[in-house]
T-cell receptor, first 114, second 113 residues
Framework: DTGVSQDPRHKITKRGQNVTFRCDPI?????LYWYRQTLGQGPEFLTYFQNEAQLEKSRLLSDRFSAERPKGSFSTLEIQRTEQGDSAMYLC????????????FGPGTRLLVL | RKEVEQDPGPFNVPEGATVAFNCTYS??????FFWYRQDCRKEPKLLMSVYSSGNEDGRFTAQLNRASQYISLLIRDSKLSDSATYLCVVKGYYGGSQGNLIFGKGTKLSVKP
């Protein structure tokens, strides 16, 4: 399967713990996006990378959140000192960019903070 | 006002029915428009892009009215497999954003036998 992959698919953690998620984009895609989706809502943008450069961060991305894409390939999203409000599906998407770019989503990581 | 607003739903229709979803967006600088489909507990998948002239893909027809900032999706002869949440999505180059997608809350469609 050459689509976007995410790991882990599910994560249960206790409040205050740190968690890290990984996203592997489609190999030739230079753009990588992170979104968060809570129940009954559409996905909300968190941040995106053009190659290894983080070009945009949403106001939703508090200082407890950090994302990296060190070699312009896979990306990690870390949440420090998790809170119950962080419980959500974290979606990664990749694209080749351009005005009519299509973003392809991974299966997501479902986080539950107890 | 939300940037992308959709019919609240849910829509419960019989097989074979025609169903229409509407969506409005607030930023007139928005450049690109899409409909994504999301099955329960799955990731969103692109259903179709929406072009100014309107476009059709089989049973699905999308329309865009830039003057009214309005997007629609029409599904004809609905199938059980069309049951999903339909997300109206807008992308624009404004406020420093260079490509992130802005999603509506989605409209849930349930097609019954």
């Amino acid at each position: 399967d050459t689509g976007v992959s995410q790991d882990p698919r599910h994560k249960i953690t206790k409040r205050g713990q740190n968690v890290t998620f990984r996203c592997d984009p489609i190999s030739e895609h230079n753009r990588l996006y992170w979104y968060r989706q809570t129940l009954g809502q559409g996905p909300e943008f968190l941040t995106y990378f053009q190659n290894e450069a983080q070009l945009e961060k949403s106001r939703l991305l508090s200082d407890r959140f950090s994302a990296e894409r060190p070699k312009g390939s896979f990306s990690t999203l870390e949440i420090q000192r998790t809170e119950q409000g962080d419980s959500a599906m974290y979606l990664c998407a990749s694209s080749q960019g351009g005005s009519q770019e299509t973003q392809y989503f991974g299966p997501g990581t479902r986080l539950l903070v107890l | 006002r939300k940037e992308v607003e959709q019919d609240p739903g849910p829509f419960n229709v019989p097989e074979g029915a025609t169903v229409a979803f509407n969506c409005t967006y607030s930023n007139s600088a928005s450049q690109s428009f899409f409909w994504y489909r999301q099955d329960c507990r799955k990731e969103p998948k692109l259903l179709m892009s929406v072009y100014s002239s309107g476009n059709e893909d089989g049973r699905f027809t999308a329309q865009l009215n830039r003057a009214s900032q309005y997007i629609s999706l029409l599904i004809r002869d609905s199938k059980l497999s069309d049951s999903a949440t339909y997300l109206c999505v807008v992308k624009g180059y404004y406020g420093g954003s260079q490509g992130n997608l802005i999603f509506g809350k989605g409209t849930k469609l349930s097609v019954k036998p």
